[in-house]
């Protein structure tokens, strides 16, 4: 008999070509990356938290994934009457594990299923259904269905307080009303598991809703270079588009609405020469003051706070780059900070720059605004610092500006602005090649290396590697301004 868990399930809402791998060609669905891999982790870590506010609670077969073995134990462990952590029943070909059945009443169950997100989501909705579903069917008595979720207007202050960081809303009647088509949903994905040949499924907007497909890169590939799905802010439209039979930009009809930088950049592609504004550009590069500092934040988001003062998912920088040009033609110093986890790093981090970006030039950072934000709530932590920063914040310049306009435009950027398609498209420089070569994977290593379990030859060996990238980052930087001079003259 074939079962459906909530994960194959969900999956067979989202796409019938991604439930039928699943069954019949799992080992071509790619094993998770490292960025879906750390949602996993920390969506288990606050499920752990979770399980602290029913004190006395059971683990149902800890460790154990075989169903099974998990029905027995299941079984045997409601007659204790105390709250069950994933225990597991079956119905019909659903099968479900609940992150929590709480006892209530006489005999009945509330369903409580446990997110690391701050909001509550559609997909959640479909979650609870199957596993009310399976749950009544076999047996039990359901009261209520709550989704429990991240509190992000929490502040840690002293220890975490699981009671105040999760949020538990009461979801039953959404669940009631999705209850009477959970059925006729498992008939219909049992036949599409039965099906000898996968489903021919176009791409469309559920590739990536709820969730991204790891079939991706497999459904995607028969697109060209410089597509439709590559232009600039034309989001769901491209789909449209491809219904037309255009794949390519450079095919897309004259007479079809595009705005000002979507026709910049279908020209730049159909020409193969980058656009370059240089009135445009020459009014930006007056506008920066020597000495110039180019800065760069790495920064993790975590939904527990590790430190006080801190909000749940609240962007903490632990590194920065500082690179100084005193004047023009100068050779630029270098400054950096890596935190090493043993204090809130927003304070060290203040007053290093305190010291180091004195008081007048531009402080030049790529998505100025991130930077500004960091540094704003660094200030924050100590009000004493407003002064300094009510000076310090008028001189600020995004260097993205010029990119986002698109005063310049080169087609190797595929419709990007952002700095890993703008530096190597305009002056060679790339992250290849590099140990850490973005922004998330510098978040999870120093998360890994900090306060996971690795050797100290591993964490020094990481440390240096983020020093690597944040350099590269501020002295790309220099790089691309010295190269928008060039191309202003």
Partial sequence: MTFLSKS?????????????????????????????????????????????????????????????????????????????????????NAFARADVLNPVGKGQWDIIEVKSSTEVKDINFHDLALQRYTYEGAGLKVRNCFLMYINNEYVRRGRIDPKNLFIRDDVTKQVADLLPKVEGNLKGMVDVIRLKKRPDISIGPQCNDPYDCPLHEMCWDFLPDHNVFTLNRLGRKAFDLLKQGVTRIVDIPENYKLNVTQRIQRESVKHRQPKIDKPAIRAFLKELKYPLYFLDFETFATAIPLFDEVRPYQQIPFQFSLHIVTAEGEEAEHHSYLADGSVDPRREIRSGLKSLLGTKGSIISYNAPFERARLKEACKVNPQHSTWWDRTEPRIVDLLAPFRAFHYYHPDQEGSASMKAVLPALTGTSYEGMAIAGGGAASREYLRVTFGDATSVEKQMVRKQLEDYCALDTMGMIQILDRLTELSE
């Fill in 8 to 92: 194959k399930y969900l999956a067979g809402l989202q796409c019938s070509k991604l439930l039928w791998y699943h069954y019949n060609a799992k080992e071509d669905i790619p094993a998770p990356d490292e960025a879906t891999q750390a949602i996993f982790d920390q969506g288990h870590e606050v499920g752990e938290l979770a399980k602290t506010l029913f004190p006395g609670g059971i683990d149902v077969a800890k460790g154990i994934v075989d169903f099974a073995q998990v029905l027995p134990q299941s079984l045997e462990a409601i007659k204790s009457r105390k709250a069950l952590f994933e225990a597991a029943f079956s119905y019909k």
